[in-house]
Protein backbone atom coordinates (compact mmCIF):
# COMPACT_ATOMS: atom_id res chain seq x y z
CA UNK A 1 0.00 0.00 0.00
CA UNK A 2 1.33 3.56 -0.64
CA UNK A 3 1.58 5.77 2.01
CA UNK A 4 2.07 9.87 1.83
CA UNK A 5 3.61 11.61 4.42
CA UNK A 6 3.51 15.87 5.05
CA UNK A 7 6.58 16.43 7.95
CA UNK A 8 4.87 20.20 8.50
CA UNK A 9 1.72 20.49 10.53
CA UNK A 10 1.56 24.12 9.81
CA UNK A 11 3.49 26.76 7.87
CA UNK A 12 3.59 30.52 8.19
CA UNK A 13 4.46 32.73 5.73
CA UNK A 14 4.78 36.80 4.81
CA UNK A 15 2.57 38.05 2.04
CA UNK A 16 4.54 38.19 -1.21
CA UNK A 17 6.87 35.59 0.23
CA UNK A 18 7.77 32.54 -1.06
CA UNK A 19 6.75 29.30 0.58
CA UNK A 20 8.12 25.36 0.38
CA UNK A 21 5.38 22.49 1.81
CA UNK A 22 7.35 19.18 1.99
CA UNK A 23 5.68 15.79 0.61
CA UNK A 24 7.17 12.27 0.80
CA UNK A 25 5.88 9.05 -0.31
CA UNK A 26 6.07 5.70 -0.53
CA UNK A 27 5.26 3.42 -2.91
CA UNK A 28 6.49 0.07 -5.11
CA UNK A 29 4.80 0.94 -7.99
CA UNK A 30 7.09 2.78 -10.93
CA UNK A 31 3.96 4.73 -12.34
CA UNK A 32 1.79 7.30 -10.65
CA UNK A 33 0.27 10.68 -10.33
CA UNK A 34 1.03 12.32 -7.70
CA UNK A 35 -1.54 15.82 -6.35
CA UNK A 36 -1.89 19.06 -4.66
CA UNK A 37 -4.89 19.53 -3.35
CA UNK A 38 -5.84 23.02 -1.66
CA UNK A 39 -8.72 23.09 1.16
CA UNK A 40 -9.96 26.46 2.32
CA UNK A 41 -12.48 26.55 5.60
CA UNK A 42 -15.45 25.81 2.97
CA UNK A 43 -14.05 22.28 3.04
CA UNK A 44 -14.25 22.08 -0.95
CA UNK A 45 -11.01 20.20 -1.96
CA UNK A 46 -9.79 22.16 -4.74
CA UNK A 47 -6.75 20.78 -7.13
CA UNK A 48 -4.02 22.98 -7.35
CA UNK A 49 -1.10 21.11 -9.70
CA UNK A 50 -0.93 17.52 -10.43
CA UNK A 51 2.54 15.53 -11.90
CA UNK A 52 2.63 12.34 -13.86
CA UNK A 53 5.49 10.57 -12.54
CA UNK A 54 6.93 9.31 -15.91
CA UNK A 55 7.70 13.11 -16.69
CA UNK A 56 10.72 14.80 -15.66
CA UNK A 57 9.30 18.60 -16.02
CA UNK A 58 8.44 19.75 -12.72
CA UNK A 59 4.95 20.98 -13.39
CA UNK A 60 3.74 24.30 -13.13
CA UNK A 61 0.47 26.57 -12.22
CA UNK A 62 0.94 30.06 -12.22
CA UNK A 63 2.67 30.71 -8.88
CA UNK A 64 2.52 27.52 -7.90
CA UNK A 65 5.13 24.82 -9.03
CA UNK A 66 6.39 20.94 -7.78
CA UNK A 67 10.02 20.10 -7.18
CA UNK A 68 9.26 16.50 -8.15
CA UNK A 69 12.24 14.36 -6.93
CA UNK A 70 11.29 10.44 -8.11
CA UNK A 71 14.27 8.70 -6.93
CA UNK A 72 14.19 10.76 -3.35
CA UNK A 73 10.10 10.02 -3.43
CA UNK A 74 9.76 13.67 -2.95
CA UNK A 75 6.77 16.32 -4.14
CA UNK A 76 7.24 19.35 -2.67
CA UNK A 77 5.04 22.60 -3.56
CA UNK A 78 6.42 25.66 -4.11
CA UNK A 79 4.04 28.63 -3.87
CA UNK A 80 5.61 32.22 -5.14
CA UNK A 81 4.22 35.81 -4.10
CA UNK A 82 2.24 34.43 -1.64
CA UNK A 83 -1.48 35.86 -1.28
CA UNK A 84 -4.09 36.08 1.58
CA UNK A 85 -6.35 33.21 -0.38
CA UNK A 86 -3.67 31.59 -0.65
CA UNK A 87 -4.69 30.49 3.37
CA UNK A 88 -5.93 26.86 3.69
CA UNK A 89 -5.35 23.36 4.36
CA UNK A 90 -2.65 22.07 1.51
CA UNK A 91 -2.99 18.32 1.27
CA UNK A 92 -0.41 16.15 -0.93
CA UNK A 93 -2.09 13.08 -2.69
CA UNK A 94 -0.97 9.91 -4.44
CA UNK A 95 -2.86 7.85 -7.15
CA UNK A 96 -2.12 4.88 -8.98
CA UNK A 97 -1.36 4.91 -12.71
CA UNK A 98 -2.87 1.60 -13.45
CA UNK A 99 -6.91 1.34 -13.65
CA UNK A 100 -8.13 -1.59 -11.55
CA UNK A 101 -11.49 -0.97 -11.27
CA UNK A 102 -11.47 -0.35 -7.28
CA UNK A 103 -9.55 1.05 -5.03
CA UNK A 104 -6.46 1.95 -6.88
CA UNK A 105 -8.73 4.37 -8.18
CA UNK A 106 -8.93 6.55 -5.12
CA UNK A 107 -6.26 9.10 -3.45
CA UNK A 108 -4.38 8.41 -0.90
CA UNK A 109 -3.61 11.61 1.01
CA UNK A 110 -1.16 12.93 3.67
CA UNK A 111 -2.54 14.29 6.79
CA UNK A 112 -2.36 17.93 5.47
CA UNK A 113 -0.60 21.12 5.80
CA UNK A 114 -1.99 24.31 7.29
CA UNK A 115 -0.74 27.25 5.68
CA UNK A 116 -1.10 30.50 7.33
CA UNK A 117 -0.36 33.73 5.46
CA UNK A 118 0.66 36.85 7.47
CA UNK A 119 0.31 40.17 5.77
CA UNK B 1 -25.72 21.39 -11.42
CA UNK B 2 -22.63 23.38 -12.09
CA UNK B 3 -20.46 21.41 -9.23
CA UNK B 4 -20.81 18.50 -6.76
CA UNK B 5 -23.00 18.86 -3.90
CA UNK B 6 -23.74 17.17 -0.79
CA UNK B 7 -26.52 17.01 1.60
CA UNK B 8 -27.21 17.89 4.36
CA UNK B 9 -23.84 19.96 5.05
CA UNK B 10 -24.00 19.31 8.73
CA UNK B 11 -25.81 16.82 10.63
CA UNK B 12 -25.85 15.72 14.21
CA UNK B 13 -27.33 12.38 15.42
CA UNK B 14 -27.29 10.20 18.30
CA UNK B 15 -25.07 7.00 18.82
CA UNK B 16 -27.44 4.27 17.58
CA UNK B 17 -29.19 6.07 14.98
CA UNK B 18 -28.69 5.18 11.20
CA UNK B 19 -27.79 8.29 8.86
CA UNK B 20 -28.15 9.39 4.88
CA UNK B 21 -25.48 10.66 3.54
CA UNK B 22 -26.26 12.29 0.00
CA UNK B 23 -24.22 13.33 -3.32
CA UNK B 24 -25.13 15.07 -6.15
CA UNK B 25 -21.82 14.83 -9.35
CA UNK B 26 -21.38 16.84 -11.55
CA UNK B 27 -24.38 16.05 -14.87
CA UNK B 28 -22.45 13.25 -16.73
CA UNK B 29 -19.77 12.09 -14.39
CA UNK B 30 -19.30 8.42 -14.60
CA UNK B 31 -17.00 7.97 -11.84
CA UNK B 32 -17.76 8.86 -8.01
CA UNK B 33 -15.79 8.32 -5.06
CA UNK B 34 -16.60 9.29 -1.10
CA UNK B 35 -13.83 10.13 1.14
CA UNK B 36 -13.64 10.48 4.67
CA UNK B 37 -11.94 12.72 6.98
CA UNK B 38 -11.27 12.63 10.04
CA UNK B 39 -8.81 14.23 13.06
CA UNK B 40 -7.43 11.06 14.17
CA UNK B 41 -7.21 9.59 10.48
CA UNK B 42 -6.75 12.35 8.04
CA UNK B 43 -8.10 11.93 5.01
CA UNK B 44 -9.42 7.83 3.86
CA UNK B 45 -11.01 6.91 0.65
CA UNK B 46 -13.68 4.55 0.85
CA UNK B 47 -15.36 3.67 -2.03
CA UNK B 48 -15.47 4.55 -6.03
CA UNK B 49 -18.82 3.75 -8.07
CA UNK B 50 -18.21 3.70 -12.26
CA UNK B 51 -21.98 4.11 -13.50
CA UNK B 52 -23.88 2.41 -10.74
CA UNK B 53 -21.08 -0.60 -9.68
CA UNK B 54 -18.53 -0.54 -7.13
CA UNK B 55 -15.82 -2.57 -7.63
CA UNK B 56 -14.40 -2.46 -4.45
CA UNK B 57 -15.78 -1.93 -1.14
CA UNK B 58 -13.28 -2.76 0.91
CA UNK B 59 -12.26 0.67 2.02
CA UNK B 60 -15.58 0.78 4.00
CA UNK B 61 -14.51 0.95 7.62
CA UNK B 62 -17.54 -1.56 8.44
CA UNK B 63 -20.14 -3.71 8.03
CA UNK B 64 -22.30 -0.49 9.73
CA UNK B 65 -21.10 1.52 6.26
CA UNK B 66 -23.09 1.22 2.80
CA UNK B 67 -23.31 2.85 -0.14
CA UNK B 68 -24.95 2.87 -3.58
CA UNK B 69 -25.60 4.44 -6.30
CA UNK B 70 -28.90 4.88 -8.85
CA UNK B 71 -29.29 5.44 -12.34
CA UNK B 72 -25.26 6.56 -13.02
CA UNK B 73 -25.79 9.60 -10.62
CA UNK B 74 -26.97 10.52 -7.80
CA UNK B 75 -25.28 8.01 -4.34
CA UNK B 76 -26.11 7.74 -0.97
CA UNK B 77 -23.76 6.49 2.02
CA UNK B 78 -25.71 5.08 4.74
CA UNK B 79 -23.78 4.30 8.41
CA UNK B 80 -26.07 2.48 10.65
CA UNK B 81 -26.19 2.25 14.09
CA UNK B 82 -23.97 5.43 14.17
CA UNK B 83 -20.77 5.45 16.88
CA UNK B 84 -19.04 8.12 18.20
CA UNK B 85 -15.92 7.28 15.74
CA UNK B 86 -18.09 8.04 13.09
CA UNK B 87 -17.65 11.70 13.37
CA UNK B 88 -16.19 12.96 10.60
CA UNK B 89 -15.99 15.26 7.40
CA UNK B 90 -17.41 13.24 4.59
CA UNK B 91 -16.43 13.76 1.23
CA UNK B 92 -17.89 13.62 -2.57
CA UNK B 93 -15.82 13.64 -5.52
CA UNK B 94 -17.07 12.85 -9.14
CA UNK B 95 -14.72 12.60 -12.52
CA UNK B 96 -15.83 12.54 -15.93
CA UNK B 97 -14.32 8.77 -16.29
CA UNK B 98 -12.59 6.44 -14.21
CA UNK B 99 -9.78 7.01 -15.82
CA UNK B 100 -10.04 10.96 -15.71
CA UNK B 101 -6.86 12.14 -13.46
CA UNK B 102 -9.31 14.96 -11.88
CA UNK B 103 -11.46 14.36 -9.48
CA UNK B 104 -13.90 17.43 -8.40
CA UNK B 105 -15.11 17.34 -4.65
CA UNK B 106 -18.24 18.47 -2.53
CA UNK B 107 -18.49 20.47 0.47
CA UNK B 108 -18.99 17.75 1.92
CA UNK B 109 -21.34 16.48 5.35
CA UNK B 110 -20.08 16.94 8.56
CA UNK B 111 -21.60 14.33 10.74
CA UNK B 112 -21.44 14.60 14.76
CA UNK B 113 -22.63 11.85 16.63
CA UNK B 114 -23.59 12.28 20.59
Known amino acids: AQTVTQSQPEMSVQEAETVTLSCTYDTSESDYYLFWYKQPPSRQMILVIR??????QNATENRFSVNFQKAAKSFSLKISDSQLGDAAMYFCAYRSWTYSGGGADGLTFGKGTHLIIQP | GAGVSQSPSNKVTEKGKDVELRCDPI?????LYWYRQSLGQGLEFLIYFQGNSAPDKSGLPSDRFSAERTGGSVSTLTIQRTQQEDSAVYLC????????????FGPGTRLTVL
Open chain 2, 27 to 31: SGHTA
Open chain 1, 51 to 56: QEAYKQ
Open chain 2, 93 to 104: ASSSTSGSLKQF
